[in-house]
C-alpha cells in the first residue's frame, strides 16, 4: 500500500501551528490551505493580548498576503468566510503554561481536537536570555 501524502493526511484534520506570524509558518499556513482545502481546521497560536488582537494579527499579517492571491481568486466573494471557517486565531505564548492560552475552554477543545502540531514558535536571534 502506498503511503499517504502529506496533503492527503491532512484531510479533515485540525492542525495546531505555533509562531503562525513568522516568515516560515505564514508560507505554510497558505501551502496546507492550497493543497488541502479540506483540512478541518488551523489554530493558528500567536502573541497577542486578547482573542480579538490575535485575529486582528492574524487578519493583518496572514490573510492580507500576497501569497494568498490564488486562494482569493479560487473562492472569490468567499474567501474571507472560508479562511475564517479554516482559521482559528488563538491568543498564546509558548513561554508559559498551557502555551498560555486564557481561556480554559478553548484551551480543553484545542487538546480534544488536535490531530496534529505543528511547532513553529522560534527565538530566531542571539540576543534573547
Ligand atoms: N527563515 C528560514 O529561512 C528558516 C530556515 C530553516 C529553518 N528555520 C526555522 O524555522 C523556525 C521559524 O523561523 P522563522 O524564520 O519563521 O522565524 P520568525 O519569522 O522570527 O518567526 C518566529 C515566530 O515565532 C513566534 N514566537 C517567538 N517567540 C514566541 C513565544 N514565546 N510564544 C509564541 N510565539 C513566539 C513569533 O511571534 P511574533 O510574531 O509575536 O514575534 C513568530 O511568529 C525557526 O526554528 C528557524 O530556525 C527558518
Known amino acids: 500500500m502506498e503511503p499517504a501524502g502529506v496533503a492527503e493526511r491532512l484531510h479533515g484534520k485540525t492542525v495546531l501551528i505555533t509562531g503562525a ?3 516560515i509558518a505564514k508560507l505554510l499556513v497558505e501551502k496546507i490551505l492550497r493543497l488541502q482545502p479540506r483540512v478541518k481546521r488551523l489554530y493558528l497560536l500567536v502573541r497577542a493580548p486578547d482573542q480579538v488582537s490575535a485575529k486582528e494579527r492574524v ?5 492580507q498576503l500576497q ?4 486562494l482569493r481568486e ?3 466573494n468567499h474567501f474571507t468566510s472560508w479562511f475564517w471557517d479554516k482559521i482559528f486565531p488563538v491568543a498564546g505564548e509558548v513561554s508559559l ?4 492560552i486564557g481561556n480554559v475552554d478553548l484551551a480543553e477543545d484545542i487538546v480534544k481536537e488536535t490531530n496534529i502540531i505543528i511547532h513553529m514558535a522560534a527565538a530566531v536571534n542571539f540576543r534573547e536570555r
Open 59 to 63: 487578519r493583518s499579517v496572514i490573510m
Open 74 to 76: 479560487k473562492y472569490q
Open 21 to 23: 506570524t513568522g516568515f
Open 97 to 100: 503554561n498551557n502555551l498560555g
Open 67 to 70: 501569497i494568498f492571491l490564488s
